[in-house]
Each structure stands twice: as structure tokens, then as C-alpha cells.
């Protein structure tokens, strides 16, 4: 049982640039999200979705894209990279709606944007 | 002010020593979550708690709802133990604090 896998373990990326994060899920959770964690703050909540073809924004949307065409997967895109967006990006899935369930987190993407 | 709070937000201790990391909250929560992360790792859910206490080897979690505080406790610390413990609050959604780095020392 993989849990949460994300790709890649690392990243550097060029302004301007743009790229995917990949992430799934094996354990057929409905809710799955993507976070930012940044020095000095707790990790903030960037889009979220609660199940196949829904997605909606969090509290730091701007500058990223999201789909989820299937239960097991949850992409995040950078359209258009910007140095704001160096950062290390986590992914996360837990049961839905239930809000008492332990939340997983894959290992995290570290993404440096020159 | 954060809606999650925790203290202190740096810890140094040596080997053997208990050791309490705290979490206050301001905002009305169904459960609280205490997750730890290595160096270069992922996150690890520790605990998820909405009353009262949980123990897990040498870890310990209560929560106060009353007080809008809980409390991570670690028994006869280790060099292993040295990470970033996070609380988080589920609320509508999963609202976390900066997180405290503990560094034990052999």
C-alpha cells in the first residue's frame, strides 16, 4: 500500500517556465488537497477537491491550476512560475466528508524557482 | 494572531528528558491533529484527537475543548525523536500552526 505518492522529490524551474506535480492515491480517498509550506508559516491550503471532477480554490489559489479527472489523482500545474512560488509543496488525502479523519501527506516536492 | 498557536517554537533537550509542546487554538474545531516531519521528509500523522487523551508508545496527546489547548508530550526523549511536530485544527478545513522544531540531543 504506496499511500500518497509525489513526483518529483525536487525541482528547480526557470521564471516563466511552467510544470506539473504529480500526485496519488491508492487508498480510494475523496478528499485530496495541496499545501504550501514556507519558513515562518503553517502550511497553507492552495486548491482542494472532494471528489472526481470537483475541485475549489483555498486560501492561496493564484498562480496554480488543478484537475481531477480521476479518484486516484490530483495534479498540480504552475502556469507560469514566479520566484513567490519557491516553496515545498505537500499533498494530501483523507476519507470525505467526514472532517475527523486522519489527513496523509505525501513526502513533498521542494521546487526552487530562479 | 493565528488561528493556531504553538509553543515554544524552538525546543532543545537532552536524552532522557520529557519534553511538552503546546497548541492553543481561537477558532471552533471537531478535531485536533498533531503530525510530525523529519528533515527532508514527509508528514506523519501522530495523533488526531477531539477530547480527552491518546497515548502512543512514548507519545502522549490531550486536549482541553474547554480551553482551546492541547498538549504533546514525549516520555524518555531520543535523538529519533528530533523533527518538526505540527498541530493542525480541522475545522472547515485543516488550519496548522508553524509547527515546533525539536532537536534532542544524545
Known amino acids: 500500500n504506496a499511500g500518497v505518492t509525489q513526483t518529483p522529490k525536487f525541482q528547480v524551474l526557470k521564471t516563466g517556465q511552467s510544470m506539473t506535480l504529480q500526485c496519488a492515491q491508492d487508498m480510494n480517498h475523496e478528499y485530496m488537497s495541496w499545501y504550501r509550506q514556507d519558513p515562518g508559516m503553517g502550511l497553507r491550503l492552495i486548491h482542494y477537491?472532494?471528489?472526481?471532477?470537483?475541485?475549489d480554490q483555498g486560501e492561496v489559489p493564484n498562480g496554480y491550476n488543478v484537475s481531477r479527472s480521476t479518484t486516484e489523482d490530483f495534479p498540480l500545474r504552475l502556469l507560469s512560475a514566479a520566484p513567490s512560488q519557491t516553496s515545498v509543496y505537500f499533498c494530501a488525502s483523507s476519507y470525505f466528508p467526514t472532517p475527523n479523519t486522519e489527513a496523509f501527506f505525501g513526502q513533498g516536492t521542494r521546487l526552487t524557482v530562479v | 494572531k493565528n488561528e493556531v498557536e504553538q509553543s515554544p517554537q524552538n525546543l532543545t533537550a537532552q536524552e532522557g528528558e520529557f519534553i511538552t509542546i503546546n497548541c492553543s487554538y481561537s477558532v471552533g474545531i471537531s478535531a485536533l491533529h498533531w503530525l510530525q516531519q523529519h528533515p527532508g521528509g514527509g508528514i506523519v500523522s501522530l495523533f488526531m484527537l477531539s477530547s480527552g487523551k491518546k497515548k502512543h508508545g512514548r507519545l502522549i496527546a490531550t486536549i482541553n475543548i474547554q480551553e482551546k489547548h492541547s498538549s504533546l508530550h514525549i516520555t524518555a526523549s531520543h535523538p529519533r525523536d528530533s523533527a518538526v511536530y505540527i498541530c493542525?485544527?480541522?475545522?472547515?478545513?485543516?488550519?496548522f500552526g508553524e509547527g515546533t522544531q525539536l532537536t534532542v540531543n544524545p
Open positions: 493542525a485544527v480541522s475545522g472547515s478545513r485543516l488550519t
Open positions: 477537491s472532494v471528489g472526481a471532477g470537483i475541485t
